[in-house]
């Protein structure tokens, strides 16, 4: 009769015993389940380089120099263009020419003009002689003698008159003949063959020597950056990158916008697309420094932070805030990392701070 108990007692302390052990069994391999590396991942060091410090602006960009040339004198037709808009000129060259048949025959009126004057003054100056001659003589009273003398200054002032009439004259036939006061680039053109424009009407606008220049909005707590000579760098809408050199900075701020203006001198070639009237973004870039780079694909931007994400002695990942410093296209330099930092080279937009990852391949750069 005791066996029976016996029996059953054993039986059940064998139950409890595995009940027991599963309990054990399964916080195990819940514990297990969840290292399990959520991804395979390279990794990369950052590395020691040298960064440009920069500073973002925008700016139009505008002629250095632009020359206005009009008609230095009205009433005359247009015969001839020469110049059409942009087209490069050199100084001196013919833009246009004014019909010069009026100016030539006021030339010649004022030559003969100039003649008659002559002859009068020889006149004059003879009778002026001979009434000197008989001073003294008592033939001519003082009185006669000083009416010959004024006669003769009266006819040398009517040749200066006259000459002076002869190189107005000279100098309206020069004007007939429309001249690039510099070289350029034709920017604009109003000469129409045909057309009486009046004196000081714009006949061509020129870009002098070509020259473009981008004036950069410089805020006023960034002015004490920005130096002559300093380096600068835009992109045109195309997205064409034109190099340039901050020639000077303007002396005054705005006081609405409180920016200064920066005075780039542009680089740009017979193949650039930089037009005077466009508007641009750029940079101007100062000295190198050292940093750390990282490739861009390992810097992500996360709740309006830039961070890395870096594995840690565990092969999990540790969500770390950086600085990025500059970006120099593929590579970014950064700050807040340190040189031996195991860094996700990229995919890690699919991973979150702490999961764990599996190490495939280390790069050290």
């Known amino acids: 009769m005791n066996k029976i108990p016996l029996a059953a007692l054993a039986l059940g302390l064998a139950v409890s ?6 309990a054990e069994t399964k916080p195990a391999a819940a514990a297990a389940a969840g290292t399990k590396a959520a991804l395979t991942v390279n990794v990369v060091s950052p590395r020691a380089g040298q960064w440009t410090s920069t500073l973002p602006l925008n700016g139009n960009i505008a002629a250095w120099g632009e020359a ?52 009068q003054l020889q006149d004059a100056a003879a009778n002026a002689q001979r009434a000197k001659g008989l001073s003294g003589t008592g033939a001519l ?28 004259q000279e100098l309206r036939l020069q ?23 009046g004196a000081g009407q714009d006949l061509f606008r020129l870009i002098r020597q070509g ?22 760098r835009l992109t045109t809408p195309s997205g064409a990158v034109v190099q340039g050199t901050v020639r000077k900075v303007s002396p005054q701020v705005d006081p609405q ?40 694909t390992a810097v992500l931007l996360r709740e309006g932070f830039d961070v890395a994400l870096v594995v840690d002695a565990q092969q999990r990942i540790r969500q770390t805030k950086v600085k ?32 764990v990852v599996r190490i495939v391949e280390a790069l050290a750069k």
Not at 17 to 22: L, S, V
Not at 178 to 197: F, H, K, N, Q, Y
Not at 264 to 276: I, N, P
């Open 211 to 232: 020259r473009l220049e981008w004036r950069a909005e410089v805020p006023a707590a960034e002015l004490h950056r920005v130096k002559p000579g300093t380096a600068a």
């Open 68 to 119: 206005i040339i009009g008609s230095q004198v009205g009433g005359l037709r247009v015969v001839e263009v020469l110049a059409q808009v942009g087209d490069a000129v050199s100084a001196g060259q013919l833009l246009a020419r004014l019909d010069e048949a009026p100016v030539q025959q006021d030339l010649a009126q004022a030559r003969a003009a100039l003649q008659d004057a002559q002859a």
């Open 324 to 355: 990025v410093l500059s970006r120099e296209g593929d590579q970014v330099a950064i700050e807040g990392l340190d040189e031996k930092a195991r860094v996700v080279a990229r995919g890690g937009a699919f991973l979150a701070d702490g999961d």
């Open 17 to 22: 015993t595995a009940w027991a052990q599963a």
């Open 257 to 296: 916008t409180r920016v200064a203006l920066a005075y780039v001198d542009l680089k740009t070639g017979e193949g650039s697309d930089a037009r005077a009237g466009m508007f641009a973004r750029g940079e101007l870039r100062f000295d190198s420094r050292r940093s750390l780079m990282l490739p861009a």
């Open 175 to 197: 004007h007939t003949r429309v001249v690039a006061p510099d070289a350029g680039l034709v920017s604009a053109r109003s000469a129409t063959l045909g057309a009486v424009p």
């Open 141 to 168: 009273s003082a009185q006669q003698q000083g009416q010959f003398e004024v006669a003769e200054a009266v006819a040398r002032a009517r040749v200066s008159t006259a000459q002076a009439s002869v190189a107005a």
